[in-house]
Every structure is written in C-alpha cells, then in structure tokens.
C-alpha cells in the first residue's frame, strides 16, 4: 500500500513538472491531474481553464514570402508561420565586472557582449614644455 502512494506521489510530481495539472474541476473542487502529455499543449473550456484534452496540430498554410529570414519565421498566436522574420536572438552574456566608465561606451564582442573597453578614448592633453627663447647673439 505504501508503494503505491509512493509511486502516485513520483507521478503527482512529473505531471506538475510537465504542466499537466489542469483546472477542468467543477466548480469549488480541487484542479484534477491529467496525466497526458500534450504536444501543442490542452484545449481551453468557456472560462478559458485548460480541460484534460489535447489541442490538435494547427493547420498552417505554407509561408509564400519573398524574403530570406536568419533566424526563421515569426509564428503568429496559433502557432502557424506568418510573412515576418523572427528577431535576433539576444546573446546570454556574462556580467561585465568593470571597474571604471566610458563616458562613449563599452566595446561589445563578437558575441554582442559587452567588454571591459572603452568605444573611445579622447587623447590626453598634455601641456607641452616649451624652451625658452635663446638668442643667438647671447650664444657666443
């Protein structure tokens, strides 16, 4: 008997790691646990709670676009491709730990991540010594 309470409990525990608690109790009882996995995800009852069934595959006309995306195309909120690219991607970049500011920016890496270097550094103006006039005649 503790067994099977135990294996219930490991069970309990993968369906609300893979998101298969669901809310499709009548009303003022507890959400029930659907131990189905659904790929695209469960259908939504009247109340908008997800019911113990799975939403079937959108169907999706093929994308007749004339561009060329990097990165793919955008999927419109039934998951179907639509005539726009997806944006880049942003990097996953450490934290730059550095120690003074540039008033121009940081140079960013290859990456887009930003680096411990200045964009720009004005040159330091130094006052530059200039010798005093000697005169010729006094050099005798």
């Keep these: 008997m503790q067994s099977i309470a135990i294996i219930s409990a490991i069970l ?3 369906a609300v790691a893979s998101g298969s ?6 009303a003022g009882q507890q959400p029930r646990m659907c131990m189905i996995y659904c790929e695209h995800g469960f259908e939504l009852n009247e109340n908008g709670q997800q019911i113990c069934k799975c939403r079937t595959a959108p169907t999706c ?3 007749m676009c004339m561009i060329f995306c990097e990165h793919g195309f955008d999927t419109a909120e039934n998951g179907c491709e639509v005539c726009r690219c997806k944006p880049q991607p942003q990097p996953t970049c450490p934290p730059a730990m550095c120690h003074f500011q540039c ?3 940081f140079v960013h890496d290859a990456n887009g991540c930003r680096t411990c270097r200045c964009q720009y550094m004005p040159p330091i103006h ?4 200039i010798p005093p006039f000697i005169d010729p005649e006094h050099l005798g």
């Design 103 to 105: 008033p121009h920016g």
């Design 126 to 129: 130094r006052p530059t010594l």
């Design 21 to 26: 608690v669901i809310a499709d109790a009548v």
């Design 61 to 63: 006309a093929p994308v």
């Design 12 to 14: 309990a525990l993968a």
